[in-house]
């Protein structure tokens, strides 16, 4: 399983931004695709994941402010970042996990700065 992650870039305190992960390759319909993100010096936390029937799982810290859904092109993942804080500033990974198997995309560097 390969992955291909987009978006990402810098924006000012409450702004917006939307990130994409696209998986390929052998593809299970009982899959979890989520995204996780890391600041230099700590621990990868996750920030939401979705699974193949839908079901979805956010951290606190971004409740009501990210949404995460499935694209309308069939493996694809979005993230929804809205009302972005400056601890929201990390690089953001895509994650894809089946059969007991997680697959890591590049990281794509989210900055929430004025």
């Known amino acids: 399983v390969q992955l291909q992650a987009s978006g990402g870039g810098m924006v000012q305190p409450g702004g917006s931004l939307r990130l994409s992960c696209a998986a390929s390759?052998?593809?299970?319909?009982?899959?979890?695709m989520g995204w996780y993100r890391q600041v230099p010096g700590e621990q990868r936390e996750l920030v939401a994941t979705?699974?193949?029937?839908?079901?979805?799982n956010y951290a606190d810290s971004v409740k009501g402010r990210f949404t995460i859904s499935i694209g309308n092109v069939k493996n694809t993942v979005s993230l929804q970042m809205n009302s972005l804080k400056p601890e929201d500033t990390a690089v953001y990974y895509c994650?894809?996990?089946?059969?007991?198997?997680?697959?890591w995309g590049q990281g794509t560097l989210v900055t929430v700065s004025s």
């Open positions: 390759g052998y593809i299970f319909s009982n899959n979890v």
């Open positions: 994650k894809f996990s089946q059969r007991a198997t997680d697959y």
């Open positions: 979705i699974t193949g029937r839908g079901l979805i």
